[in-house]
T-cell receptor, first 113, second 114 residues
C-alpha cells in the first residue's frame, strides 16, 4: 500500500497557476495516481488520473516523472472557486485493491482575490 | 442521472439512540464504502462492501454497523456504542473493473448529537 505525502496547506491568488506535489516513494508497478477535490460539506469529486508522463483534461494537468515517486497536480489560472481540499491517492485499478485506499488529510488550497 | 444519494442531509441524535444513514446508488457499482470526516480532517474508512451480503470493517468500525442486502443500498447504523458520533459521513461507490477512474461520492450526511 503506497503511502502519500502532500503539503497540509497552500495559498495562492486568482489567475495564478497552482502546483500541488504529492510524494509516493513506494508506489507499485500497477498503481495509478488519482486526485480528488473536496469542497466544504460535500463529497470529494474526481479530478484527474494518470500512470506516467503527463495527463491533461479540461480541469487540470497531472505531471508524473519517470520514476513515478511523486506527482504534481497543476491547476491553471485558479479562481476563488478552486478553494478546496485536494487529495492524492495511489492504488491499483480494480475493487480488490480499492478497499485499501487511504485518503489522508489532503492539501487545503486557499485562493485569494 | 446516475449517482449516489445520501439521506438525510442533516441528522440529530439523542444520547443513547441508534440512527441509520441511508446510501443508495444507481451506478451499478459493485463496491460501496462509508467514510467519516471530522472538521479539518481527512476521510477515515468505517466499513466497505465489495459484493452483496458481504462487508468488511475499516479503520474505525467500532460503534457502527452496516448491511448490504441489495447492490444498490448500503445503510450505516450509528449505534449508542459510538461515543463521539458527531461528524460528516460520506458514502462512496466504486466500479472496480472496466476502466473505472475512481470513486463516486454522495453529498454526505451531517450527524450531530444533541
Amino acid at each position: 500500500l503506497a503511502k502519500t505525502t502532500q503539503p497540509i496547506s497552500m495559498d495562492s491568488y486568482e489567475g495564478q497557476e497552482v502546483n500541488i506535489t504529492c510524494s509516493h516513494n513506494n508506489i507499485a508497478t500497477n498503481d495509478y495516481i488519482t486526485w480528488y477535490q473536496q469542497f466544504p460539506s460535500q463529497g470529494p469529486r474526481f479530478i484527474i488520473q494518470g500512470y506516467k508522463t503527463k495527463v491533461t483534461n479540461e480541469v487540470a494537468s497531472l505531471f508524473i516523472p519517470a520514476d513515478r515517486k511523486s506527482s504534481t497536480l497543476s491547476l491553471p489560472r485558479v479562481s476563488l472557486s478552486d478553494t478546496a481540499v485536494y487529495y492524492c491517492l495511489v492504488a491499483q485499478k480494480g475493487y480488490s485493491s480499492a478497499s485499501k485506499i487511504i485518503f489522508g488529510s489532503g492539501t487545503r488550497l486557499s485562493i485569494r482575490p | 442521472d446516475g449517482g449516489i444519494t445520501q439521506s438525510p442531509k442533516y441528522l440529530f441524535r439523542k444520547e443513547g439512540q441508534n440512527v441509520t444513514l441511508s446510501c443508495e446508488q444507481n451506478l451499478n457499482h459493485d463496491a460501496m464504502y462509508w467514510y467519516r470526516q471530522d472538521p479539518g480532517q481527512g476521510l477515515r474508512l468505517i466499513y466497505y462492501s465489495q459484493i452483496v451480503n458481504d462487508f468488511q470493517k475499516g479503520d474505525i468500525a467500532e460503534g457502527y454497523s452496516v448491511s448490504r442486502e441489495k447492490k444498490e443500498s448500503f445503510p450505516l447504523t450509528v449505534t449508542s456504542a459510538q461515543k463521539n458520533p458527531t461528524a460528516f459521513y460520506l458514502c462512496a461507490s466504486y466500479l472496480g473493473t472496466g476502466g473505472s477512474y475512481g470513486y463516486t461520492f454522495g453529498s454526505g450526511t451531517r450527524l450531530t448529537v444533541v
